[in-house]
């Protein structure tokens, strides 16, 4: 649990719950998955005793469920959005020790690359005057965006002025810059798929290698499709809280301003989800192209594997016929019992092989034509 009072002047972070609203900011109350489940009743009275609010228990299960997609969702009280985030793996921690990492789950085959697909929620509560935000245990996310507001907010004071513009303005702002780092994780993975791809194609189009990563690469493209649903759902999800803020601007206690730049950023972050989605279809349908283009070089290098065999047959088998029929036993044969039969023969093959490899060069059946 780490719980920070946001102001304009700096950064304070505390590890107890408040016991009454700061005079000035907001508070930011970030939680892994199972301390909040273990402090759930705590937390409840604290908003009650904060602002009044209590936490609708479909909500709970919401922010508890570590398979729930991203989706948005509101009362008269609060919003809550969630949203996936990319993660090496899912972590979960005993009851008795909710901070501590129990185990961690067996990685998945295939390349690297592919193992980084792997998401895990992170539920935002967005209240009058407080954030709470539900992370999986050892959250990177969080633990990254907590360093860089506290040095960003505590600089010296050279550049305080400077710094003040970069701490959040509200509950919704920093929930908004937490998504957006959280996108900027899509975004980094898109060169990472696409140097794999590029590689894996280059090695299905290469006529002097065979392909052997066949299971690896539908990993990859069940992979590409999962990672389209998920930002699918991300882009609704964001969509919908833009259209929420569209409904209540009209009775936000919001000045028109901050309104402004709240829906400013958060066209920002659905232009960043719309980004990847656009990429991923793309890198979906560069994959299936690529394994098209393969078996239709692999059926042309057969073609002309069995247009050589033919011409091969062809050439052969009039001399196959002449064998033949001089090794038919007939006493009274014309030539069989010639000294020059054997010389005439030969002459007469070599120059129906010679002529039958002119007309198929010629006809182009020969060669890389």
């Known amino acids: 649990m780490r719980i920070f009072n946001i102001t304009q002047n700096g950064v304070q972070e505390s590890d107890q719950l408040p016991q009454d609203m700061p005079s000035e900011g907001f508070l930011w109350m970030a939680f892994a998955r199972r301390e909040f489940e273990v402090m759930q009743q705590t937390v409840q009275t604290t908003l009650e005793r904060l602002c009044q609010v209590q936490i609708v228990d479909l909500h709970i299960t919401d922010m508890l469920n570590n398979q729930l997609p991203s989706h948005f969702d509101f009362s008269s009280d609060y919003d809550l959005l969630i949203f996936r985030r990319l993660a090496s793996g899912q972590f979960e921690t005993d009851l008795s020790e909710p901070g501590a990492v129990l185990h961690t789950p067996s990685q998945r085959g295939g390349p690297p690359v592919l193992r980084k697909i792997d998401t895990s929620p992170v539920a935002f509560l967005v209240l009058s005057g407080i954030l709470i935000t539900v992370h999986p245990t050892d959250c990177s996310v969080r633990d990254s965006f907590a360093a860089r507001l506290l040095s960003t907010a505590?600089?010296?004071?050279?550049?305080?002025?400077?710094?003040?513009?970069?701490?959040?303005?509200?509950?919704?702002?920093?929930?908004?810059?937490?998504v957006s780092q959280m996108v900027d994780g899509y975004l980094n993975l898109r060169r990472e798929l696409t140097k794999q791809l590029d590689h894996w194609q280059s090695e299905l189009l290469n006529p002097r290698t065979r392909f052997k990563n066949w299971n690896a690469l539908l990993d990859a493209r069940l992979s590409l499709h999962i990672l389209d649903e998920i930002s699918e759902d991300q882009r609704s999800a964001v969509q919908d809280w833009i259209d929420s803020l569209e409904t209540v601007s009209k009775e936000s206690e919001s000045t028109p301003k901050e309104l402004e730049l709240l829906k400013l950023r958060s066209r920002d972050v659905l232009e960043h989800i719309e980004r990847v989605v656009h990429h991923v279809r793309r890198l979906e349908q560069s994959a299936e192209t690529a394994v098209q283009m393969h078996f239709n070089a692999q059926s042309n290098r057969t073609n002309e594997i069995m247009r050589t065999l033919t011409v091969l047959t062809a050439i052969f088998l009039p001399l196959n016929l002449i064998t033949g029929f001089f090794g038919m036993n007939?006493?009274?044969?014309?030539?069989?019992?010639?000294?020059n039969g054997i010389f005439w023969t030969i002459f007469i093959m070599v120059s129906i092989s010679l002529f039958s490899v002119i007309f198929f060069w010629r006809k182009k059946y020969l060669g890389d034509h």
Do not use: C, W
């Open 330 to 339: 007939f006493e009274n044969f014309p030539y069989i019992h010639t000294e």
């Open 154 to 178: 505590n600089t010296s004071n050279s550049g305080a002025n400077a710094a003040v513009k970069r701490v959040p303005q509200s509950p919704s702002d920093l929930m908004l810059r937490i």
